[in-house]
């Protein structure tokens, strides 16, 4: 299946990435977004990301240029129309994203693949919205986009091979390395990194240590590039917790059950570095 054309649902900081890499590879991308306000943000990132690229001698102006003008950006998801992958890199919610998928299945051209960058939530549940479930697929990029190397691409239940073997394919001229895992809560990337972050919450909230000191001991001792609370808050408080309630949910198990002092900054809009004010302040 040969890939030319791709939308990305989402301008934000994951759905802005993607974009970005994508039309770095060569490929045209359509930027969506419900809000014109995020497009634009979308569209001064990947500038900077770029105008940093010709800085540094990794890109001439001419292929910034070329990258640039491979982006159309659009709140008309109907675009779809002219597609051959979309890439839904929107909030991490079910019914937003089975919505989404509902609307991008009438759209989109019976050959093209659905992918979800989701973090968590089940491939096999959103592609069961959709009259292609063969297609559905989870490919989901690593913060920040542009610099993480891995693709954890997610087979839902019904995945037809040769759409895994497009998405592994696509993946690699991204350069970045795709791989594998099925469909269950977290996959691999959260079932193992989100539990740890909770953990680093829970020992704030008891008392053990101050979140500097967490983090001291997991970059010094573990050799980590960030601490996981300096991890928790560039990636999101709202969405650290709402990967902990998908996997506190999807295995019955109260392992993974959120810290309450994650619940409470979250309650209180302490959302991390998006909202200037998480476990650090930010200005
Ligand atoms: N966008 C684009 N480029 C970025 C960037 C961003 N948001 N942040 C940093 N960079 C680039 C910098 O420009 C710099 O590039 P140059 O080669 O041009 O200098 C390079 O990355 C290194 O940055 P810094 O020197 O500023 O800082 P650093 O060495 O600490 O690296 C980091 C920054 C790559 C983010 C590093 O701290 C890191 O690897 N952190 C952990 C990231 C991580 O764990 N990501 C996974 C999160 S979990 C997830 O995404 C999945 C999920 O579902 C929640």
């Known amino acids: 299946m040969s890939i030319q054309k791709v939308m990305v649902i989402g301008a934000g900081q994951m759905g802005s990435g993607i974009a970005q890499v ?32 010709v800085e540094k001698g990794r890109m001439t102006e001419e292929e910034k240029e070329a990258t640039v003008n491979r982006l159309t950006w659009t709140q008309a998801i ?3 129309s002219s597609v051959d992958i979309v890439i839904e890199a929107a909030v991490e919610n079910m019914d937003i994203k089975k919505s989404i998928f509902k609307t991008l299945d009438q759209h989109a051209p019976a050959h093209a693949i659905l992918a979800t960058n989701t973090s968590s939530l089940p491939i096999t549940e959103i592609a069961a919205v959709t009259s292609r479930p063969e297609k559905v697929i989870g490919m989901h990029f690593m913060n920040p986009v542009p610099v993480m190397k891995l693709v954890e ?12 073997n497009s998405i592994e394919d696509m993946t690699k001229k991204l350069a970045k390395v795709p791989v594998e895992v099925n469909d269950f809560p ?42 996981p609370l300096t991890l928790a808050d560039f990636i999101g408080l709202d969405t650290c917790l709402y990967i902990m309630e998908t996997l506190h949910e999807g295995f019955g198990d109260d392992k993974y059950r959120p810290c309450p002092l994650l619940r409470k900054y979250v309650k209180a809009g302490w959302l991390g570095k998006k909202t200037g004010r998480g476990f650090y302040t930010y200005s």
């Open 22 to 53: 994508c039309a770095q590879a060569g490929y045209d991308v359509i930027v969506n977004d419900v809000k014109q306000e995020s497009l634009d943000k979308g569209l001064a990132n990947i500038t900077k990301n770029l105008n940093r690229n």
């Open 78 to 80: 109907e675009d779809a």
């Open 153 to 164: 691409i997610i087979r839902g239940l019904q995945t037809a091979d040769e759409v895994y």
């Open 186 to 227: 977290g996959f691999v990337s959260n079932r193992v990194l989100m539990p740890m972050i909770n953990e680093a919450i829970y020992t704030v909230y008891e008392g053990v240590a101050t979140p500097e000191a967490v983090d001291e001991v997991m970059k010094l001792g573990m050799n980590h590039p960030m601490g």
